[in-house]
């Protein structure tokens, strides 16, 4: 519609115009020419054929078909038309009738090939109107030069016509046939598809969405793998304390003539799978809440009374043990989050490190500020982590050593629970090997400083 609007623009706005500069060209050169006239029939008294006859034949005609002039009663006295004259009849044009009036006039048409263009002015001898001169004039030649120009207008029109629509053709296809793609991708990651991308070429807004979806199905198919592998450990881990209680119940209903203390050794070992099912189930919904994003709201909170409450905790536990706990603490550690989860990380990462360090072993703890972060670390002198396993030891049911692991009682979900309970508040975990052996896992938060809750 845009186009079709310039294209109409561009074949009248240019004829309007043009039609209007030879109009306005018209009336000054015909006005111009009966003004010499009314000039040279001014100097007489009274208009009679013999006299205008006489005065005109010294006017020099520029082009004009006819001539009238007329006396005051508009009785034609003079016609330049050699067959068909009009002389001594009267002439009542709309412009002699003005003319008489004592009024100068004007008209211009153009119709049928030729511009047609009528002037009249009034004679006058001493402010009396004796008469008028009408001049009219037929031009084709200007006519010609107009409708030439409409032609090539109308050749011009075609030719954009033409390149307009071949070029609207291209160019719909090429964005349908991306659009297509795009649209095919996304039925197929609907489907769940997820490993389905969209090929556009080119560097368009749609080849950019194109990208912009590639890298959305790659976060949709990491989710799901995620998803799905979360799902099958998490089976897995459900699945291991509650076929050891089946088998257990089991054992006690099909043994006839059970003796009390091995009920009761089996009775302990069904509590012990039962709190290993509880301490899996709380972790999985800690989890659930994090990644929902279900947070309270976070005050500034101190974080060296946490870890002195923790520290006492875990001092029985590492005795039990017998490993060797220390912490030590500098400067103002204040941080934006809650007790609860200052606490659970702390309490994770230590008891992490008391269970793998082993009989003997030594974990410290440290917390200090550095600059304009707080840092928790704690290190222990056990076997360490194998490089390869560094950057995985974050994940979800992921553990270095499945065997060792179950046996200390741990889910494998401690770190993840720590990993993203940091990360909801802006801080960071990040885990390594010591130079002497053993492993160190350091937390940062940024630091707040003011008056703690």
């Not at 001539?67 to 009663?73: K, Q, Y």
């Not at 046939?177 to 368009?204: C, F, M, N």
């Not at 709380?282 to 947070?295: A, P």
């Amino acid at each position: 519609m845009v186009i079709a609007a310039v294209l109409l623009l561009l074949n009248t706005y240019p004829l309007l115009v043009s039609e209007d500069l030879v109009f306005r060209s018209k009336a000054s050169t015909l006005q111009s020419s009966v003004s010499v006239m009314v000039y040279s029939l001014s100097g007489l008294e009274r208009l009679t054929e013999e006299n205008v006859s006489a005065a005109m034949a010294v006017v020099e005609e520029t082009g004009i078909s006819r001539i009238l002039v007329t006396d005051s009663a508009g009785k034609v006295l003079y016609d330049t038309r050699e067959t068909g004259s009009a002389v001594g009849e009267y002439a009542l044009y709309t412009e002699t009738v003005q003319s008489l009036l004592g009024n100068d006039a004007f008209t211009c048409s153009y119709q049928g090939g030729a511009f047609r263009s009528r002037a009249s002015s009034p004679v006058l001898y001493q402010n009396q109107i004796i008469g008028a001169v009408y001049a009219y004039e037929y031009d084709t030649e200007q006519a010609a030069l107009l409708q030439g120009l409409q032609e090539n207008l109308l050749r011009l029109s075609a030719v954009i016509a033409v390149v307009v629509l071949a070029l609207s053709m291209v160019l719909s296809r090429a964005l349908t046939r991306k659009i297509g793609r795009l649209l095919t991708a996304i039925r197929q990651v609907r489907e769940g598809a997820y490993s389905h991308r969209a090929e556009i070429p080119g560097r368009d807004e749609i080849a950019q969405i194109g990208q912009e979806f590639n890298s959305l199905t790659d976060r949709l198919q990491k989710t799901e793998n995620a998803r799905r592998r979360f799902v099958s450990d998490a089976s897995h881990e459900l699945k291991t304390p509650l076929a050891a209680i089946r088998l257990l119940t089991d054992s006690i209903l099909q043994t006839e003539d059970i003796d009390a203390a091995t009920t009761r050794e089996f009775v302990a070992d069904i509590g012990k799978e039962a709190e290993r099912l509880s301490r899996i189930t709380e972790d999985l919904l800690r989890l659930t809440r994090l990644d929902s994003g279900v947070l309270d709201p976070p005050a500034r909170v101190d974080v060296l009374p946490v870890l002195e409450q923790v520290m006492r905790m875990m001092t029985l536990v590492a005795q039990e043990r017998k490993a060797e706990l220390t912490y030590d603490a500098a400067g103002e550690c204040t941080v934006l989050a809650t007790r609860d989860e200052i606490h659970q990380v702390i309490y994770n990462l230590t008891d992490n490190a008391v269970k793998y360090s082993g009989t003997g072993g030594i974990v410290q703890v440290s917390l200090r500020r550095e600059g304009d972060w707080v840092v928790l670390s704690v290190a222990d002198n056990g076997p360490g982590i194998p490089e390869e396993d560094i950057n995985r030891v974050f994940e979800r049911f992921y553990r270095v050593d499945k065997a060792r692991s179950r046996s200390a009682g741990g889910t494998g979900l401690g770190l993840s629970i720590v990993s993203d309970t940091v990360k909801k508040r802006d801080g960071s975990v990040e885990a390594a090997n010591r130079p002497g052996g053993g492993a160190v896992f350091t937390a940062r938060w940024p630091w707040k400083g003011g008056e703690a809750q």
